[in-house]
């Protein structure tokens, strides 16, 4: 009997400990587990990248740049081949890439007869010759390309309509450029309202 008594009392001493263990006692650490979030997958980050740029997409298909316009200071001019016509003259306007580097011209030069010093416009510019079309000319370094100039002869009109003076240069602003090139040419000039002067659109090579 006294065992059995004995073996109540030490369970029920058991869970009075138990009890007053949770309500009262000093509480257990608690373990913090810690969780890393994954990594940005590579498909992800790939959409960050910056688009391969126009002209590197140009370069990679194959594409060429096309060279700049000819500027006046890299353009000697200078008269070519010339012939008479009846009651004119045509000559051959040469521009000459001095640059190192290809460059173009588009289109119609424009052209005065002028005199003095500085060297100064007489009578009316040129007209375009639209008998020639535009074409796109690349002048390689030291490459050429040139404009046929019709003059008309003076003697053609009255004095008193011409007005005539004698020109020792042409003042030729080669095509969408504002500067002149003076090219030396004698001729006789037209002060009055009488336009002597016509030209084409640039052609590849020095027109000989």
Same mark, same amino acid.
């Given at each position: 009997?006294?065992?059995?008594?004995?073996?109540?009392?030490?369970? #029920?001493?058991?869970?009075?400990?138990?009890?007053?263990? #949770?309500?009262?006692?000093?509480?257990? *650490?608690?373990?913090?587990?810690?969780?890393?979030? *994954? #990594?940005?997958?590579?498909?992800?980050?790939?959409?960050?990248?910056?688009?391969?740029?126009?002209?590197?997409?140009?370069?990679?298909? =194959?594409?060429?740049?096309?060279?700049? =316009?000819?500027?006046?200071?890299?353009?000697?001019?200078?008269? =070519?081949?010339?012939?008479?016509?009846?009651?004119?003259?045509?000559?051959?306007?040469?521009?000459?890439?001095?640059?190192?580097? *290809?460059?173009?011209?588009? =289109?119609?030069?424009?052209?005065a007869q002028a005199a003095g010093t500085p060297v100064t416009d007489i009578g009316q510019p040129s007209t375009e010759n639209i008998s020639t079309a535009r074409e796109l000319v690349t002048l390689k370094p030291g490459g050429y390309a040139n404009a046929t100039l019709q003059i008309t002869d003076a003697a053609n009109y009255s004095s008193s309509t011409c007005k005539p003076v004698k020109a020792q240069w042409l003042e030729v602003i080669p095509p969408n450029q504002t500067i002149p090139l003076n090219v030396f040419y004698s001729s006789t000039a037209c002060k009055g309202s009488v336009k002597l002067l016509s030209v084409t659109a640039v052609r590849p090579g020095n027109g000989g």
């Open positions: 009997m006294k065992p059995f008594v004995i073996a109540i009392l030490a369970a #029920a001493g058991l869970t009075t400990c138990a009890c007053s263990g #949770a309500s009262g006692g000093t509480s257990q *650490p608690t373990n913090t587990i810690t969780v890393t979030a *994954p #990594a940005t997958s590579p498909a992800t980050s790939a959409t960050t990248q910056p688009a391969a740029s126009a002209s590197s997409a140009s370069t990679s298909s =194959g594409g060429s740049a096309v060279a700049a =316009g000819c500027l006046t200071r890299y353009l000697n001019g200078t008269v =070519g081949l010339s012939q008479g016509t009846a009651g004119a003259v045509e000559i051959a306007i040469v521009f000459k890439n001095l640059n190192n580097v *290809p460059c173009t011209l588009y =289109g119609f030069p424009g052209v």
